[in-house]
């Protein structure tokens, strides 16, 4: 997880996360849309921190011979993102893309186009994968930190779950 010391997203005040919002402008928008332009530039900070993060990791086969990887999905527009686990023989011509329920559906709904699609940080072995992508998808992160801007239903690993009208929206 990318912590203060790491980069100055993670639980730092709106103001601070998106001071490019001025008070002119802020003054534009009502209440919903100024929180919801906020919490979408928070998410994009929180992108771009990510793919700082894992810049350089290079892919490499497993004890198993199989390529595993954490990966960070996120629309282009919106910021909303899913970060995921999956498992290759070759990453290379494999055309996988993310499964979570809510992001598939928004695959569905805005098209692969509408999103980009990084490979974080590769690992030895499955478990490996799964524990680092619980790392970087807490609890708190889905039901505070980016409430409404995470595909994520749960922490790292572990699919399913339901989705409240305010985060599918």
Same mark, same amino acid.
């Given at each position: 997880?990318?912590?203060?010391?790491? /980069?100055?997203?993670?639980?730092?005040?709106?103001?601070?996360?998106?001071?490019?919002?001025?008070?002119?402008?802020?003054? =534009?928008?009502?209440? %919903? %849309?100024?929180?919801?332009? +906020?919490?979408?530039?928070?998410?994009?900070? *929180?992108?771009?921190?990510?793919?700082?993060?894992?810049?350089? #990791?290079?892919?490499?086969?497993?004890?198993?011979?199989?390529? &595993?990887?954490?990966?960070?999905?996120?629309?282009?527009?919106? *910021?909303?993102?899913?970060?995921?686990? &999956?498992?290759?023989? #070759?990453?290379?011509?494999?055309?996988?893309?993310?499964?979570?329920?809510?992001?598939? +559906?928004?695959?569905?709904?805005?098209?692969?186009?509408?999103?980009? &699609? &990084? +490979?974080?940080?590769?690992?030895?072995? =499955?478990?490996?994968?799964?524990?680092?992508?619980?790392?970087?998808?807490?609890?708190?992160?889905?039901? #505070?930190?980016?409430?409404?801007?995470?595909? /994520?239903?749960?922490?790292?690993?572990?699919?399913?779950?339901?989705? =409240?009208?305010?985060? +599918?929206?």
């Amino acid at each position: 997880v990318i912590t203060m010391e790491e /980069n100055q997203v993670m639980d730092a005040p709106m103001e601070v996360v998106a001071p490019e919002v001025s008070e002119t402008v802020a003054q =534009s928008f009502s209440a %919903d %849309d100024l929180a919801k332009v +906020r919490a979408q530039e928070k998410a994009k900070l *929180y992108c771009e921190a990510l793919l700082e993060k894992y810049k350089g #990791n290079e892919p490499f086969k497993g004890e198993d011979g199989e390529y &595993h990887y954490i990966y960070l999905s996120y629309h282009k527009q919106t *910021y909303k993102f899913y970060i995921g686990k &999956h498992s290759s023989k #070759n990453f290379i011509i494999d055309k996988y893309t993310g499964s979570g329920v809510w992001y598939g +559906r928004a695959l569905k709904h805005h098209g692969k186009d509408a999103f980009e &699609h &990084h +490979r974080l940080a590769f690992f030895p072995t =499955s478990d490996e994968a799964y524990a680092k992508e619980a790392e970087e998808v807490t609890m708190d992160m889905i039901d #505070n930190t980016f409430k409404a801007q995470i595909y /994520n239903l749960k922490e790292g690993g572990k699919g399913g779950g339901k989705m =409240s009208k305010e985060i +599918r929206d």
